[in-house]
């Protein structure tokens, strides 16, 4: 019995899946608590909330872009970068220090430098908060020092960094740091 073409790329296909992204149809079930205010932004591991519309990483852009500058307003800042160890990726800034990592077309990351009211990150720190607060966060590990500096983690899939005292930076996903 010889297998078809199609059985073994749904094989294949299936093969690939991460496990990490949830199908399309539960895609859109995100529940993280209460409700976000239509000109607010919440910060995820995996994904973001821009109002009334959830992202998981892997979003298209073209949908993310637009809820985040319905939310927060136009965009500030768009770049790319070549040489990211992820491969090729696009970064688009908005208000309140946000910036949204992209590569082929799909939401992949995310980080916030500035403290903003419009955008919160799920869990207890913020930009500014003291390194004492920090360290005693659930899930918080310290990480050997890079060239980037003091960085932890917090749980399994956000990170920052510290410096002066105080957490400086979040993110979550594909970044295009260089260690």
């Given at each position: 019995m010889r297998a078809s073409p199609i059985a073994i790329a749904a094989i294949l296909l299936a093969a690939c899946d991460s496990g990490t992204v949830p199908p399309p149809g539960q895609q859109s079930q995100v529940d993280d608590g209460p409700p976000v205010a239509s000109n607010e932004v919440v910060l995820r591991g995996d994904g973001l909330t821009a109002g009334v519309e959830s992202f998981y990483f892997s979003a298209g852009e073209n949908e993310v872009r637009g809820a985040l500058e319905t939310t927060l307003g136009a965009e500030q800042s768009v770049a790319q970068n070549?040489?990211?160890?992820?491969?090729?990726?696009?970064?688009?800034?908005?208000?309140?220090?946000?910036?949204?990592?992209?590569?082929?077309?799909?939401?992949?990351?995310?980080?916030?430098?500035?403290?903003?009211?419009?955008?919160?990150?799920?869990g207890d720190l913020v930009i500014g908060t003291p390194r004492q607060d920090a360290v005693t966060t659930d899930g918080f590990v310290a990480l050997e020092?890079?060239?980037?500096?003091?960085?932890?983690?917090?749980?399994?899939?956000?990170?920052?960094?510290?410096?002066?005292?105080?957490?400086?930076?979040?993110?979550?996903?594909?970044?295009?740091?260089?260690?």
């Open positions: 070549k040489e990211c160890g992820a491969g090729p990726m696009s970064f688009v800034g908005y208000p309140g220090g946000l910036t949204a990592n992209f590569q082929e077309s799909r939401l992949v990351g995310w980080n916030i430098a500035d403290r903003s009211e419009a955008i919160g990150v799920v020092p890079t060239t980037l500096g003091e960085e932890f983690a917090l749980g399994s899939e956000i990170g920052g960094f510290i410096d002066n005292d105080m957490v400086v930076m979040l993110y979550a996903g594909s970044q295009c740091f260089f260690r």
